[in-house]
Every structure is written in structure tokens, then in C-alpha cells.
């Protein structure tokens, strides 16, 4: 038993310091929160039951503030020890709070609920957008190296895929399948048989994503409708420059008349209509400066219409 300087009423308030051995349930999924767990040592795991069966999760402990079944079972890993602070101290406390932060944390509460409810609904109607969203969001803390290419766990994504999307297995299974048949990873099995999802190119991978969010809004890339005579210009444009345009802040710059010069062999009148289309599609930016008109543009963009022009069809694929 602990004493410490939380209080209720006059008299100073004993809490319990429990020491739980690895494995050994601090409390159970569906069970009404009495108590408020403080773990001051060791490590705990918070695991939910699934279809699939119990998968461990990291998961935001509410059931104490708005008195509905908990979420989540909570079972220590290794040896811990942990403050138990029951509900009458804790609402005792609560209730020395201003009543606006009291209504504001029951606020948030029935909210995240709610939001848990949802996601469901969300991930229903455009699943590839939640599993591709999700890969994004786990690829920068847990993705590792394999075969010289970025790699993630299948096993990771399937089960975040059900507490994020609200997808169960076969339906996760189902979209990872769909993103290697239009080629953007690629699905394999390593000697211990453990699956990994590998990304082949980033890139593509960040243009499905904005395809995906793009469909969503009924709209389409910019670049997909851009003539190929345009593009033609831009890659000339990208040609020239490599020998004499120059590097600032803005972009590169290049000489209209540089350009004008190294294509001497087409039309006049097409050459300008291809850099206005360009310009319209705020692709280049054309200026005036001192006695000659240049040419500005990022480097990247070519590179950019060449991958969405390529990948589109794919993008677009049926692979139900």
C-alpha cells in the first residue's frame, strides 16, 4: 500500500500498488471500469478479440470516464506493478475539476467512440483508400529492408487494417491481392514464412494514394489529359536545359530562344500553343527578363506526368 496526496473529503486517500506476473490479466474486454490503472513499472499488452482471434493493438483506455464496458483486455507482459485507483477517488478528483474540462473530456470521450463506429461505414465504401492510407502511415515507423527494397509486415497490415478500416482478414487480403495484381508491391513469403508487403516504387505507391483520394472527390490528375505534344515540349524543355539552363530557388530557368533554337525544326505556331498549354496547366511559368523571355519549371514534374501516364491504366485496372 501506498500513501500519496491524492484526497477525497478530509482524510488522505490509500491507493493499491498491485505486482502483476507476465501474463496475468489487469482486466478483461466487456467488463465494466471500476478502476483506473497507472502502470509504474514493467510492460503491458492490450489485446482484442477478432474474428481471427486475440490480436494485440495499442489502444486508448476510456471506459472509467464514460462507465461503459472497456474496450480493450489489458495482460502484463513482464512483470509489472501497477497504481489502482478506484472509481470513487477518481470521480472524486473529476469532480474538483471546473465542470467545463469535466464536459470537455466526456466530450472527447463520446466522440472517439463514436468515431470507432464510423470508420466502419468509411472503410465500407472505399476500402483500397484505407488500406493504402494506412501502409502510408505505418511505413515510416516500421518498415525494414528487404532484398535492397522497403518492405512491411502483411501480418501488421492485416491486423491494423481491422482496428483502423474495420476490414476483416479475407477482405484485407482481398485489397493487398488487388494493389499486387496493378503491380504497386508486391507480396512475398520469406524462408521462416512470414509475408511481407515490398514496395517497388514510392512514388507509385504516394500516386495511387492521391488517385485513390482523387476518385474519392470525383475528380482526376491534372497531368492525365495534358497532350502528348505538350509533354514532347516539356521533355525538350528538360533536354535543353541540362545543357544550358541554370539552377535557382524558383526552378530551373531556360532561354525561350534556347529552346526555340533546338526545335528549329518544328512549327512556330505549335511550339507556342504547346508552351501556353503548359502554362495553363501551371506545368512552366513564362516571364520576360531583361532583353529575353525565359522558361521556368521543376525538374520533377516531367518525371511526375511520365509515372501517372503510365501507371493510370493500371491504376485504373479492374481486379475484382
Known sequence: MERTQLKTGQRPVQLNARTYKP???????GTRGRELFIVQEGRVGVYKITPEGETELAQIEMSLLDNLPRSATVRAIEESKALIVNEAVFQANLAKAPVWLTSIVKIVVSRLRDANKRVDQTALRDRDRGVMSLILLLLPRFKYEMSSRIA??????????????????KESAKVLAGFEKRGIVEIGEDTEHKKHIVVKDME????????LTLKSEQKKFREANIPEEAIAVLSNIAYVAQKSGRETEEGVILSKAALVEDLSDKSPDQLEKSLLELRRRGLVNIMPQEAETVIIFQPETLSRIKKIKEWLPRFEMDVS
Not at 23 to 29: D, N, R, W
Not at 152 to 169: G, M
Not at 204 to 211: D, P
Open 23 to 29: 501474463g496475468e490479466v489487469l482486466f478483461e474486454e
Open 152 to 169: 512491411l509486415s502483411y501480418d501488421l497490415t492485416i491486423a491494423e487494417a481491422y482496428y483502423v478500416c474495420r476490414l476483416k482478414k
Open 204 to 211: 507509385v505507391l504516394k500516386l495511387y494514394h492521391e488517385y
